[in-house]
Every structure is written in structure tokens, then in C-alpha cells.
């Protein structure tokens, strides 16, 4: 799970440019992250619970293949 928290933590005084532009990275990276979840919001608002609960379903049906494609992949690497 990504810590969110710290990964966008800024410090109270940049104190030369490198920390600015870090700072500055950091703030773009929180907005992004914050705009994605609104516009995901907004689309769950407009085609409802139900297509979202789909979507996330079958992405978790891809994911749970591509797992046991993974692993017979690396059976088949050990028995070489």
C-alpha cells in the first residue's frame, strides 16, 4: 500500500532550490492524485455504483489470470 501521507508530506522552509522543486513536485503529484479521484467520482456519479463495481470486477478477474499465468510460467522455469 503507498503512504500517501508521507509520499506528499512537504517540509515547513525549503531552504534552497533542490527542496523547492521537490516541494513543487510534490504539490503536482497531490493535485494529480486529487483530480483523478474527483473525475472518478464524477464518472461513478454519472454511470452509477453498479458499472463501477463491474469495471473494478473484471480488473480484478484480469488480475487474478495474469497471477496464475505468473505462476505456471515459473513452475515451468523451475522444472527446466
Known sequence: MIDFVNKYSLSSNPTNLTEWKEQLTKLR???????????????????????????????????????YILSQNEEEEEKK
Open 29 to 67: 503529484m497531490k493535485l494529480q492524485h486529487e483530480t483523478i479521484g474527483y473525475l472518478n467520482t464524477q464518472l461513478m456519479l454519472k454511470y452509477g455504483i453498479k458499472t463501477w463495481k463491474e469495471y473494478i470486477n473484471n480488473k480484478n478477474d484480469l488480475l487474478k489470470r495474469l497471477k
